[in-house]
């Protein structure tokens, strides 16, 4: 048996050679005449030459053999509803999608804006996109107006795909205001808007010529069936942004052939779901993990997989766990945060259903705290397996690797570098590789693996700079994130290097933050930090300077300015970027250059030392963050 150490060292000095089997696990319908071209670093090319499609491959090469086999499961405890389909009946509702999109003039390289919630017209729009070689952006259904267009700007969608309304705890929250606004502010909007209608929002209001019924034009396409584009292995297959060190949001490339093979040897490797089986992501399709574990990963590999619209405590906290009992679910994908919430609950809840078929459990997004890992170990009984990537990969940097060998894990760990991963600990200072428990930069040695990012969309220079400018004596790929590696050779994430912060699994900008509390024509200056959180992992602090001070000169009327601007933020960005509190101080802490101390303020805001303040302009800011802080 291979050990996962010599299988993990062969994918690094063979990529060819082992890549070249992965592959094989994927459908092509021409075969690729490389495995890998490397002629421009970091530009990397997979599989050059080989025609394939993600849609094929989710959906038509399972039809022979498992045509009947249920293939997405939607659950909604925010509705009340319940459905499946088989592969032949997923096959049916991709087709008359795909039907629809071409006969509002999308093809091969276009852009698709999907604005949903998680209902399974969004997994239908995504394959139907990539089925016509278009390429799909997922935007998260919580951004507000101004985020969607900034994003609708960058894309430059043909249409959009949407809905009247998501649902959060029951009550229903209207997507279409936001959809109008967005394209009002838009400079380049979409020709059509394709509404999925669940008559959540009696009120919606629609644009005559513009917005579309769903549901009409399904009836309409019914019985369709449009062949699949076959797409160079390099094409794009879709675009997702994540939030970056600047206000304006990456939007995040992704290829073809490249991440169906990553994808499918993940499911294997790493989540250890055979085909058949059901497969359980928590996640949201607006995020990466929905992207790859909700929708391609799991079909890709002939699972069943779940899609869940609602909360993990509603109408109880054992929803989950009695989906993994009713469905069988065998490999389950959640997130830190979400184990936190059920941690607070009852802990008969954890009990109440029969989770037997639980293989296991991988969770991912934010560092995993030992306590957490443990508690959830002890309650359901199977391994808790921790594991680290990015947007911009796709797929785990970090993990165990099951499916290779069953590794003994630490709690805290998400264990070694993934097979195709050249992972180093670069010293932020010497670009020095770092030793044993001492902290680094976690790099990873390109070429970057198939799946991950190939570039930002539409600005190659921007790609170069922004995640290969960081050491200047070697060309690495930075995550942006602090790590150690202990002496056994598992691996510890620590948190960012940069301004971006981690809200529940989340990447959020701080200068996105700081840019949509600045839109409050009050505020004169602000300053954003990420403050380490018992629940969510990170919090977003705001410290803000008011134009006029008068407006902050009692506790009252600084309290009505802070609730003013949340409001500003939750317009600007949605809810989920709105700070945890607005302090208000008449300085902000910098130095004599005029760079804020946000390190300075960050390490206050936890009780820690504010570290070297021998360049601080006026000593005073700081000790007015203090005073903010005790209220």
């Not at 690094?12 to 992965?22: A, T």
């Not at 405890?77 to 509702?93: C, H, K, M, N």
């Not at 790099?443 to 170069?464: K, N």
């Not at 996105?512 to 992992?537: N, P, R, Y």
Request: hydrophobic share 40%; charged share 25%.
């Amino acid at each position: 048996m291979t050990t996962y150490q010599e299988f993990h060292a062969r994918s690094i000095r063979d990529p060819e050679g082992f890549w070249g089997e992965q592959a094989k696990l994927i459908d092509w319908h021409r075969p690729y005449d490389k495995v890998l071209e490397y002629a421009k670093p970091p530009f990397r090319s997979w599989f050059a030459g080989g025609l394939t499609n993600l849609c094929h491959n989710a959906v038509d090469r399972h039809l022979a053999t498992r045509g009947a086999q249920k293939a997405l499961v939607w659950i909604s405890t925010e509705v009340d509803q319940e459905r499946s389909w088989t592969f032949a009946e997923l096959a049916d509702e991709v087709n008359r999608f795909a039907a629809i999109l071409k006969s509002l003039g999308v093809g091969k390289g276009d852009r698709v804006l999907i604005y949903m919630p998680m209902v399974p017209e969004a997994v239908f729009a995504m394959l139907a996109t990539v089925r016509i070689g278009a390429i799909h952006s997922v935007v998260f259904g919580g951004f507000a107006a101004a985020s969607l267009a900034a994003r609708i700007d960058d894309a430059q969608p043909k249409v959009m795909v949407t809905s009247d309304a998501g649902s959060r705890g029951g009550k229903a929250i209207a997507l279409k205001p936001l959809v109008d606004e967005s394209i009002r502010l838009s400079k380049a909007p979409p020709a059509h808007v394709v509404i999925v209608n669940r008559g959540l929002d009696a009120g919606m209001a629609r644009t005559p010529g513009r917005d579309l019924d769903y549901a009409e034009l399904r009836e309409k396409h019914a019985g369709a069936r449009v062949p699949v584009a076959w797409l160079e292995s390099n094409e794009p297959s879709y675009i997702l942004y994540t939030s970056g060190t600047t206000g304006k949001p990456k939007g995040v490339q992704r290829d073809t052939g490249g991440y169906a093979v990553a994808l499918a040897a993940s499911m294997k490797h790493i989540y250890c779901s055979n085909p058949g089986e059901a497969y359980f992501s928590t996640s949201d399709i607006g995020w990466v993990v929905g992207h790859s574990y909700i929708v391609y990963g799991p079909l890709i590999n002939g699972s069943t997989t779940i899609m869940y619209e609602g909360l993990p405590i509603r109408p109880d906290p054992a929803i989950w766990w009695k989906i993994v009992a009713d469905y069988k679910v065998t490999s389950m994908f959640s997130s830190p945060t979400a184990i936190r919430v059920l941690k607070k609950q009852d802990p008969a809840y954890m009990a109440k259903h029969d989770v037997k078929c639980l293989k296991y459990l991988f969770l991912a997004g934010e560092p995993l705290d030992e306590p957490t890992a443990r508690w959830v170990s002890d309650n359901l009984g199977c391994p808790i397996v921790d594991n680290y990537w990015q947007t911009e990969t796709g797929w785990p940097i970090l993990s165990a690797c099951l499916g290779v060998e069953d590794t003994p894990r630490k709690f805290g760990s998400p264990s070694f570098p993934v097979y195709g991963y050249n992972v180093k600990l670069k010293d932020e200072v010497t670009g020095k590789e770092a030793g044993a428990d001492q902290k680094g930069v976690l790099c990873i040695v390109p070429p970057l693996p198939p799946g991950a990012m190939t570039t930002v969309w539409g600005d190659d220079e921007r790609y170069v700079k922004t995640y290969y400018g960081t050491f200047k004596d070697e060309m690495v790929y930075s995550t942006f994130d602090w790590a150690t590696r202990d002496k056994d050779g598992y691996y510890f994430v620590l948190g960012r290097t940069d301004d971006v912060i981690n809200v529940a699994g989340h990447r959020l900008g701080t200068r996105e933050i700081e840019e949509a509390v600045q839109a409050h024509a009050g505020i004169a200056e602000v300053a954003v930090v990420g403050v380490a959180d018992s629940l969510k992992g990170q919090v977003p602090m705001a410290f803000a300077v008011a134009k006029d001070g008068s407006r902050t000169a009692t506790r009252e009327l600084a309290a009505a300015l802070e609730k003013e601007v949340m409001a500003t933020v939750d317009r600007e960005l949605g809810a989920i970027a709105r700070p945890a509190r607005v302090h208000f101080v008449t300085v902000l802490p910098k130095t004599r250059s005029g760079k804020l101390l946000r390190r300075s303020i960050q390490a206050l805001c936890e009780g820690r030392d504010p570290g070297d303040l021998t360049t601080i302009e006026d000593p005073g800011a700081l000790e007015q963050i203090r005073a903010a802080l005790k209220g």
